[in-house]
């Protein structure tokens, strides 16, 4: 369990995310994947990064368990910062980074995929930002990167997802396979990355970033922004106690729904109900 990195291929470095039982970070495992793709990209000898995850899911977003256990606002600012690293990360890696993608990327996978170079999918893979169903914001940043303005609108907004099929129609995703062949199909192109010369590629993604129409770190650092004040309003924890539970629109309704879900959800994690959702 953790992240880890291999080797498999010269030239190609694997960093794979497994917390079970969805991909749910913790605060730790988002600064400690941040550490590992950077590591991996300042290696003279990588030339392609591949972005793995073990278990049902590619990510599930944050450990919200994590932040609702702990008093004060520690965790909710330590998640912010660890995702801010790990996306920061991924589009800041000196060599060209591909995602593999399986099962649901939900909240930060988003903002992984979303600042990765190519993105390679399972067909039962689905993308989605439910941030506003867990009482968070953020993330649109980088859904804008896989999908057109309007319709990374009408997703934020609802909370619904999108099939990798669908995000191939758009071109950001490269190719769609089936789960089984995800691996091979991300390292196939991550050997084209890896044949080329290794100081021509890194200066061809510095070049790339240096011409992005969006700062992705001030506009995600912006987003980051309203989500603390969801969170110090206490519009966040409303929302985010009744996760799971309904979708109750005022705190009246808000307490009552608590009340009457207590029971039953008490043993629940967050982390099951996101993959349930997916």
Same mark, same amino acid.
């Given at each position: 369990?953790?992240?880890? !990195?291999?080797?498999?291929?010269?030239?190609?470095?694997?960093? !794979?995310?497994?917390?079970?039982?969805?991909?749910?970070?913790?605060?730790?495992?988002?600064?400690?994947?941040?550490?590992?793709?950077?590591?991996?990209?300042?290696?003279?000898?990588?030339?392609?990064?591949?972005?793995?995850?073990?278990?049902?899911?590619?990510?599930?977003?944050?450990?919200?368990?994590?932040?609702?256990?702990?008093?004060?606002?520690?965790?909710?600012?330590?998640?912010?910062?660890?995702?801010?690293?790990?996306?920061?990360?991924?589009?800041?890696?000196?060599?060209?980074?591909?995602?593999?993608?399986?099962?649901?990327?939900?909240?930060?996978?988003?903002?992984?995929?979303?600042?990765?170079?190519?993105?390679?999918?399972?067909?039962?893979?689905?993308?989605?930002?439910?941030?506003?169903?867990?009482?968070?914001?953020?993330?649109?940043?980088?859904?804008?990167?896989?999908?057109?303005?309007?319709?990374?609108?009408?997703?934020?907004?609802?909370?619904?997802?999108?099939?990798?099929?669908?995000?191939?129609?758009?071109?950001?995703?490269?190719?769609?396979?089936?789960?089984?062949?995800?691996?091979?199909?991300?390292?196939?192109?991550?050997?084209?990355?890896?044949?080329?010369?290794?100081?021509?590629?890194?200066?061809?993604?510095?070049?790339?970033?240096?011409?992005?129409?969006?700062?992705?770190?001030?506009?995600?650092?912006?987003?980051?922004?309203?989500?603390?004040?969801?969170?110090?309003?206490?519009?966040?924890?409303?929302?985010?106690?009744?996760?799971?539970?309904?979708?109750?629109?005022?705190?009246?309704?808000?307490?009552?729904?608590?009340?009457?879900?207590?029971?039953?959800?008490?043993?629940?994690?967050?982390? !099951?109900?996101?993959?349930?959702?997916?």
């Amino acid at each position: 369990m953790g992240v880890s !990195t291999s080797a498999p291929e010269e030239g190609i470095a694997v960093v !794979t995310v497994d917390f079970p039982p969805v991909n749910a970070l913790p605060v730790q495992g988002w600064y400690d994947l941040a550490a590992a793709v950077r590591a991996a990209g300042a290696d003279p000898k990588v030339r392609c990064v591949v972005l793995a995850a073990g278990g049902r899911g590619f990510n599930a977003g944050v450990d919200i368990k994590e932040i609702q256990r702990t008093t004060g606002h520690d965790a909710l600012l330590g998640a912010n910062r660890g995702c801010y690293e790990a996306f920061g990360a991924v589009y800041d890696c000196e060599v060209p980074v591909v995602a593999a993608v399986h099962g649901f990327c939900l909240g930060g996978g988003i903002g992984l995929a979303g600042n990765a170079d190519v993105v390679v999918a399972s067909d039962d893979a689905t993308f989605g930002l439910p941030e506003l169903d867990r009482g968070a914001l953020g993330a649109a940043t980088h859904l804008s990167r896989l999908v057109p303005q309007h319709l990374m609108r009408a997703l934020y907004y609802t909370s619904r997802t999108v099939t990798a099929q669908e995000l191939h129609g758009h071109g950001s995703v490269w190719r769609v396979v089936p789960r089984e062949g995800l691996r091979e199909a991300a390292l196939e192109v991550a050997r084209e990355i890896a044949a080329k010369d290794g100081q021509l590629i890194r200066l061809a993604k510095a070049a790339i970033n240096g011409i992005d129409p969006v700062d992705v770190h001030r506009s995600y650092r912006f987003e980051q922004g309203f989500t603390f004040e969801a969170n110090l309003s206490g519009v966040a924890d409303r929302v985010r106690d009744t996760f799971g539970a309904g979708k109750p629109s005022t705190p009246e309704e808000t307490d009552k729904a608590n009340e009457a879900n207590e029971a039953n959800e008490a043993n629940k994690s967050d982390e !099951t109900i996101e993959e349930e959702q997916s």
